[in-house]
């Protein structure tokens, strides 16, 4: 697809479709110690199986769906107060990952099992520091100011072995099903 193609029926479905499944997956919660969805699964699929251009398309329109209020976040919460409170700096910074994957694949592409690990990882990292970056203001001004160790030890580091193991199944699912999607 290039950068002046419309998007076609067939992308619109797959857009709606990964916007669907990333709200399925901010449904799903385990729990441990520290309770996490899946939402940063389904920003890897987006983005594994649609291509950078429709995946970020699939992450904007799951944001927009919230801002509006459907309850497609974790804990079928949505609306302003979801994206304005302490941890909605990571919902927004799913678009920021989506973006970042999207950059990597235009340098490098995607075609093998490496280059999208690095944009997965690079895309993750730019989610993690923009989420931290939101509470950290977010939470100075409602509760009072709090250090990057602590907020790095309560909004990262519980998350980072989770979203290894959700970025190993979005590069697994990719290499199976992905030429399907294509």
């Known amino acids: 697809m290039t950068a002046t ?5 067939r992308d619109m479905a797959l857009v709606a479709m990964m916007t669907a499944l990333m709200a399925v997956c901010s449904w799903i919660s385990i729990p441990t110690t520290v309770p996490f969805t899946l939402q940063t699964l389904g920003v890897f699929l987006a983005c594994a199986l649609l291509g950078g251009k429709r995946g970020s398309l699939a992450v904007l329109v799951y944001i927009l769906l ?9 804990g079928f ?3 302003a107060g979801a994206l304005l409170g302490s941890t909605g700096g990571y919902i ?4 920021l990952q989506a973006l970042v994957m999207w950059g990597v694949e235009a340098l490098w592409g ?3 099992w ?3 690990t690095v944009s997965m990882v690079l895309g993750l990292m730019a989610c993690y520091a923009a989420g931290t970056a939101w509470f950290l ?3 100075a001004r409602t509760t009072g100011p709090v250090g990057l160790a602590t907020v790095l030890a309560w909004c990262v580091t519980p998350f980072v072995v989770p979203d290894l193991v959700k970025m190993a199944l979005a590069i697994l ?3 199976r099903i992905g030429r399907y999607v294509g």
Do not use: N
């Not at 193609?5 to 029926?9: D, I, N, R, Y």
């Not at 919230?66 to 974790?74: N, R, S, W």
């Not at 927004?92 to 678009?95: D, P, T, V």
């Open 92 to 95: 927004l910074g799913f678009l």
């Open 173 to 175: 699912l990719q290499r």
């Open 5 to 9: 193609a419309k998007l076609s029926v």
């Open 137 to 139: 203001v977010v939470y």
């Open 66 to 74: 919230g801002a509006l209020g459907l309850p497609v976040f974790a």
């Open 110 to 112: 995607r075609e093998t």
């Open 114 to 116: 490496w280059k999208l």
């Open 77 to 79: 919460s949505g609306g």
